[in-house]
């Protein structure tokens, strides 16, 4: 299946870049391209891409705006990956809570900008867990998710907090030595509980009400 990528960034050179980058992989193809967050709501209706590479930081709408708006009026939207020059940026951090399913540097490999692609479509979240951190001891900021972290049970508690250090299903089923059907149903009772409409909200949540510190390692 071919996967179907809008570029949104507000530097000619970069979307050419990656237009080149995505045309040379064969099961990635450009649907469009925009270079301002403004535009990416009609673009995702007539072009139907099933990611959108968001530049944060735009001037006019910005990727954090666009995201929401994306998420917030478009049915089915697509996931949105944000790309950005810094990993400690406050723009990424707000992005992830707007509903980002992940994000990654700018001056990341061809390779991992493909499989970061490929990772988000298919459902699981691209996160960098020490990147996290960092920005959320950086900017404790209070999030829109209502903090509940009582509601949550020991075994859930414990699902989350191996879903903030970056471990996907299949890894957290393994090391709890449990079903991936369980462990799927775990997670989506934590979103239900939390509010969070994937993991990215659901880690930075983890981290802002102390269920993971942010120093915290499982590792």
Do not use: C, W
């Not at 507000?10 to 193809?29: F, I, K, V, W, Y």
């Amino acid at each position: 299946m071919t996967l179907r990528v809008l570029i949104v960034d507000d530097e000619p050179l970069l979307r050419a870049g990656l237009r080149s980058l995505l045309d040379n992989q064969p099961d990635l193809t450009v649907s469009g391209e925009a270079g301002d967050g403004g535009e990416v709501v009609d673009l995702v209706r007539r072009t139907r891409p099933d990611v959108v590479l968001m530049d944060v930081r735009m001037p006019g709408v910005d990727g954090i705006e666009a995201t929401r708006r994306v998420l917030a009026e478009i049915p089915e939207p697509p996931k949105v990956l944000v790309i950005t020059t810094f990993d400690n940026d406050d723009y990424v951090y707000d992005a992830l809570l707007a509903g980002a399913s992940g994000f990654l540097l700018k001056r990341a490999r061809k390779e991992e900008f493909a499989h970061a692609i490929r990772t988000i479509a298919a459902g699981e979240t691209l996160l960098f867990p020490d990147a996290i951190r960092r920005m959320v001891t950086a900017r404790p900021a209070p999030s829109g998710l209502a903090p509940r972290p009582s509601s949550l049970t020991k075994r859930e508690t414990e699902v989350l907090r191996l879903i903030a250090t970056g471990k996907s299903n299949v890894d957290i089923a393994a090391e709890l030595v449990i079903s991936l059907e369980t462990v799927k149903t775990h997670v989506g009772n934590i979103f239900g509980k939390l509010g969070a409409a994937n993991r990215s909200q659901a880690v930075v949540f983890a981290y802002e009400t102390g269920i993971v510190a942010p120093g915290h390692s499982l590792r």
